[in-house]
Each structure stands twice: as C-alpha cells, then as structure tokens.
C-alpha cells in the first residue's frame, strides 16, 4: 500500500476495553458460545465473541464484509463514480449509456452487467490491474476526508478488538480488493488481509474476471485457507453462505426487509445489529464512551 508523502503517521490506539465496544443490550446465540456457563447469559454478544483466546490451541478466524459492514455505503459505486468523473469524456459516455444502463442496475437479473458497463466506463483505455490499483491508491489518497466519516466506528472498534484478540481477520468484499486495503490502511490505520473481487484487462479495460459474491465468496475465501470461519459479520442476504458457514454469525446493518429473513435463516438468537447505518435497521448500540 503506498503512503503518500507528508501524511501523518497512524495515531496509537488506546488498549480495547471490550465492555466500552457497547453491544449493550444484545444478547449472544447460545450456538455461537456452546461452553458458556449460565452466568454469562448477559454478556454483551461482541465482548462475548472477543474473550481472550489464550486458552485455544488455535486463534479464531473471523470475516468481515465490507460494504455497510465497515464502510458506510457501496465504495466500489464511489470509486468508479471517481473513476468516471474524472475526465470529461468518461463522463459524457456515462450519460449516453445511462438509459440503457440504469434500468439494467435496477432490474436484479441485469444487475451484474449494469454495473459492469460503468466499470468499463470507468477504466477503457487501462491496460493492467496495477494500472487500477494506483489509481484506487491516488482516489483513496485525494478522498480521504471524504471517506473517513463513512467508516463505522463501532466496526472499527470490533474489528480492531479482534485482532488485539489474536484472532485472524480477513475482509472479503463485492469491490476490488485493493480499494478495502487502501481505504482501511491510509484512513483507518489497520492493515489486514483482503479477499475480493479479482479484476483484470478485457475489452480495452480492466473489469471483473471474479466477482466475490455470494457463493463464489466462500470458494475464495476457502482458496486462500479460510476454511473453518468462527465468526463472520455481514448485512447482505447475499452473504448467507458466509453467515451459514460461521460458527456465531453476527448480522449488521442489514436492510429492513431482510430482518425477518435473517431471524428465519440463521440460528435462533443471532445477533442483528445497528453499527451506525442511518437507513439501515437492527438494533441500535452505541460507539466506544457512549452513555
């Protein structure tokens, strides 16, 4: 990941008080904590997940989506709207493809190839996945103030404990993986392994050749030896592979209407939580120091 000149160095973190993540009045699924003792039933369910792994033989492997999970929105939408606006050309072809584009986005069985064709937009004329990767690299630099407040807080905390923890933590995201490393490396100061879209040159741009999504996420994630997952925290329905494999799958910032979905699908007890989404629903909890 390139640091550009003059930018400060990542603050120090204090150490992670577990109990001021604030979970506070959601209660962990007894499958994802089969050897508590019935004192802890009131536990918040992140403190629960996070208790010190000294005891295992081995660290816990936990996944985090990233989009509406630890990023506030779809940054792989903001990046290659950055992408396009950047030249006046990219953007008048956008606007002509735009009608018969849009309705392909909004139509769920056209909506890979929608955005595919704002992807190609995005990067005709690159010829390298390098190429897109120093250009994620300069959008993330010029954008950081832009991009700080849409990472979440309390997923910052979360993930942050986890890997204070020992655990091993890995994001597996819809975008390319470069923009996830970039964005929690420059702006959150946390460098952690990245599974995601694999992109490279087709049709004079450089597009998706692997789309990590949905079942093809649990493929990629098990290709690159996470296998066994304890933990996984996602919004998206699409996503149930991943939650359905986990040992304590935790659900955030999930869209309203899937809520009952998710209650239906999961184990009983799952935790379905607020990290910060404004449009998003769970149940509300506060940042690290709320009262």
Aim: with cysteine.
């Amino acid at each position: 990941m390139f640091a550009p000149p003059g930018v400060e160095p990542a603050p120090s973190r204090p150490p992670v008080d577990l109990s001021a993540i604030a979970i506070a009045a959601v209660k962990a699924p007894a499958s994802a904590t089969p050897d508590a003792a019935a004192g802890d039933a009131d536990t918040p369910v992140v403190a629960r997940l996070l208790k010190d792994t000294a005891a295992n033989e081995a660290a816990r492997t936990v996944v985090f989506d990233f989009d509406h999970t630890l990023y506030d929105g779809d940054s792989g939408t903001h990046l290659f709207r950055w992408l396009i606006t950047r030249s006046a050309w990219r953007t008048a072809l956008a606007l002509l493809a735009a009608p018969l584009l849009g309705p392909m986005i909004a139509f769920l069985p056209t909506r890979r190839w929608g955005i595919s064709g704002f992807v190609w937009i995005g990067t005709v004329g690159m010829h390298s996945r390098g190429l897109l990767d120093r250009l994620i690299d300069r959008y993330v630099a010029e954008n950081a103030a832009q991009i700080r407040p849409k990472l979440l807080p309390i997923a910052l905390d979360v993930l942050h404990a986890h890997r204070v923890a020992g655990d091993n933590v890995v994001i597996a995201t819809g975008a390319p993986p470069e923009l996830a490393r970039a964005i929690l490396a420059f702006v959150a100061h946390e460098a952690v392994p990245v599974v995601g879209t694999a992109v490279g040159p087709r049709f004079g741009a450089v597009v998706a050749r692997r789309h990590c999504h949905a079942e093809e996420k649990m493929r990629m994630l098990r290709e690159r030896g996470y296998g066994a997952i304890d933990i996984a925290y996602s919004d998206s329905s699409a996503d149930l592979p991943l939650l359905k494999a986990a040992r304590a799958p935790v659900v955030v910032n999930p869209k309203p209407g899937t809520i009952a979905m998710f209650r239906r699908t999961l184990p009983p007890g799952t935790p379905v939580l607020n990290w910060g989404c404004v449009d998003r629903g769970g149940d509300p909890v506060k940042a690290s120091g709320g009262e």
